[in-house]
């Protein structure tokens, strides 16, 4: 049988080592990773969760997603095939192209953007 005054000190020992624990995590540095890329949009098609698709050529191209957290520079967002796309990328993301039958386009989340016009 464990007694009264030994639960409270462990009590308190796991109540400061969750206390450590949480500071040291707190203390390291957060990394975030993207990588450039850009080509000319040969598919460009909105999304029903909000996003943008865009299917880019070379010369670094392949499926890219534009979403209301992307920061964009002067000519806007995505809007058309043949228009110019260069920024930064991150982790990858969804494009729900149609609710039924659910069909999804998977591609990678930009982080920032400037496109032609």
Do not use: D
């Amino acid at each position: 049988m464990i007694t009264a005054p030994f639960a409270q000190k462990v009590r308190v020992f796991v109540a400061i080592a969750v206390v450590l624990f949480l500071s040291v995590v707190a203390a390291l540095p957060h990394r975030a990773e993207a990588f450039p890329f850009g080509g000319q949009a040969s598919i460009v098609r909105p999304c029903f969760n909000q996003a943008i698709y865009a299917s880019l050529g070379p010369p670094r191209g392949g499926p890219f997603i534009w979403t209301g957290s992307t920061k964009t520079y002067q000519f806007g967002p995505p809007s058309h095939a043949g228009q110019w796309l260069l920024g930064l990328a991150g982790a990858p993301y969804f494009c729900i192209v149609r609710i039924q039958p659910l069909t999804v386009w998977p591609g990678t989340h930009i982080l920032m953007m400037g496109s032609s016009q």
